[in-house]
């Protein structure tokens, strides 16, 4: 049988000031690594045979229906505007409406130069590919909004970084690729018929019960917002969190030097290139709130009276921060096996924290370990452990069932950093046992798994990763 993706492709309709289209570059020898066949039956994909889809994944045969093109965006990174930057190395194949009626994107990334690769190559190597793959699924496993991966294909050929390495491309859907930079660059520029068009297009396929530039506005904070908290319950860092990586549907997006959290503290940073730890776990909150400012400064460029708007835009962004701390507090007080809201909850959160930042306990393991084990072996002073544990005994005393909702709220397995590594160095030996088994595990993160405990430890002393670089 022969492979069928059902395209319907809104983005290739708009103006052509939104895109370059061009076909992905041939690959020599392209072989299929991982295909997820659960996400194709949501998006109504019928697979094809391996050889087939190692055409179609790895950039060599265009599928019917499809119409590939480069998107354009531009964004701040690292605070700093960058006015034009767009799909370098990624290639929107086009969309699909799933099973469950959500338009979702399939893009290639890693096909090959674009109109907007400036010194890049276009091309990705295997290891940031397996661990896009590896990671994104998890948090989707994790209930995190995220973009997900539909395939992973070896190229046969050399990608040149500091050294040769073998070459890959990731096959990511997405629900839309649309960022805070996609609305910069129109709103920079001045081209406010595109803005409108691009805020148009954002409301219809996202939020159609959004009022206007304004009513969006309110619509990605709130997304952002409920996202944001989510990662910091996970113990994730996102690492590169630029308006072009902030994703106006409320996904995570752009696996670059993203890593979970071993030992916890607000501080953890991994990203090699971020010196100034502008996004270092603790500071993610805050961020998300700067981003979301440049998307209004974007959006009101388009309104007759922007001085109203710039009034308005002000209060939603205002707002959010503390929509992210009841947000954070739901998490958190679900972490602890809490459904009530009280107001001693944040110091006992926060006490927990402290003595966690203090003792370098493992964080996920010891949130896990509240709902079934010995916490109190996670920390050294356990005197003090112990009083925040009456403390916390005597909040649940009216909780009908703690335990089973600490199981649910807290993950016995994450991508553990050097579980990545060493996934991504026996793969490009060309052993993807242990990617494989990461998939498998990792898909059910809240389950015991007793037989994969192994996965489930932190690294010794000479495992720790240091830093995570990003995915080019
Ligand atoms: P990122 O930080 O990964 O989101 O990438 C920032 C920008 O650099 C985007 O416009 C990417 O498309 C571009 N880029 C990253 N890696 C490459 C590459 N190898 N070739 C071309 N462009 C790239
Ligand atoms: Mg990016």
Not at 58 to 74: F, H, I, K, M, S
Not at 233 to 246: L, P, Q, Y
């Amino acid at each position: 049988m022969s492979m069928h993706i059902p395209f319907d492709n809104s983005y290739a309709r708009l103006a052509p000031s939104f895109y370059s289209k061009q076909a992905p570059d041939r690959v020599t020898s392209p072989s299929l690594l991982a295909f997820n066949t659960d996400l194709a039956q949501l998006l109504d994909i019928s697979p094809g045979d391996t050889d087939e889809m190692a055409q179609v994944f790895g950039g060599n045969a265009v599928p019917d229906g499809a119409e590939p093109l480069a998107q354009l965006y531009a964004g701040h990174q690292f605070g700093n505007y960058n006015p034009q930057l767009g799909d370098g190395r990624a290639l929107l194949l086009g969309e699909t409406i799933g099973r469950d009626g959500v338009r979702r994107d399939i893009q290639l990334k890693g096909s090959g130069r674009t109109a907007y690769s400036r010194a890049g190559d276009g091309r990705a190597w295997l290891g940031p590919v397996l661990r896009e793959y590896v990671v994104s699924e998890a948090m989707h496993a994790l209930g995190v909004p995220t973009t997900r991966a539909l395939a992973a294909v070896s190229t046969g050929e050399t990608v040149w970084r500091e050294t040769g390495l073998p070459g890959a491309v990731l096959t990511r859907v997405a629900s839309s690729h649309l960022r805070v930079g996609s609305f910069q660059i129109f709103a920079r520029r001045g081209e406010i018929t595109n803005l409108k068009a691009l805020t148009d297009y954002a409301i219809q396929r996202h939020y159609p019960g959004a009022d206007g530039p304004m009513g969006l506005l309110r619509a990605v904070r709130d997304a952002q917002a409920a996202l944001i908290a989510k990662w910091m319950a996970v113990g994730f860092i996102h690492g590169v969190m630029n308006t072009d990586n902030s994703s106006i549907s409320g996904e995570t997006i752009d696996y670059g030097p993203c890593a979970f959290m071993d030992v916890y503290h607000p501080q953890t940073l991994f990203s090699s290139i971020d010196r100034q730890g502008r996004y270092a776990y603790g500071n993610q909150p805050d961020i998300a709130v700067w981003n979301l400012a440049q998307l209004a400064t974007a959006l009101i460029q388009q309104l007759d009276d922007p001085q109203t708007g710039v009034e308005e835009a002000t209060e939603i962004v205002h707002a959010m921060p503390d929509m992210m701390q009841e947000h954070w507090l739901q998490n958190f007080r679900a972490k602890l096996g809490i459904t009530t809201a009280r107001d001693g909850d944040l110091n006992l959160i926060s006490d927990l924290l402290a003595l966690m930042a203090q003792d370098q306990s493992d964080f996920t393991n010891t949130f896990r370990s509240l709902g079934a084990g010995e916490p109190r072996d996670q920390f050294i002073d356990r005197d003090k452990f112990d009083a925040w544990e009456a403390n916390w005994k005597a909040r649940l005393q009216d909780e009908p069932d703690p335990q089973s909702l600490i199981r649910r709220s807290n993950p016995g397995f994450i991508p553990r950093n050097h579980r990545i590594e060493q996934m991504i160095t026996k793969a490009v030996e060309g052993d993807f046992t242990l990617f494989n088994r990461l998939n498998r595990v990792l898909s059910r993160p809240y389950e015991d798994q007793p037989d994969q405990a192994e996965l489930r430890h932190p690294p010794k002393s000479d495992e720790v990763v240091q830093a995570t670089f990003c995915g080019t």
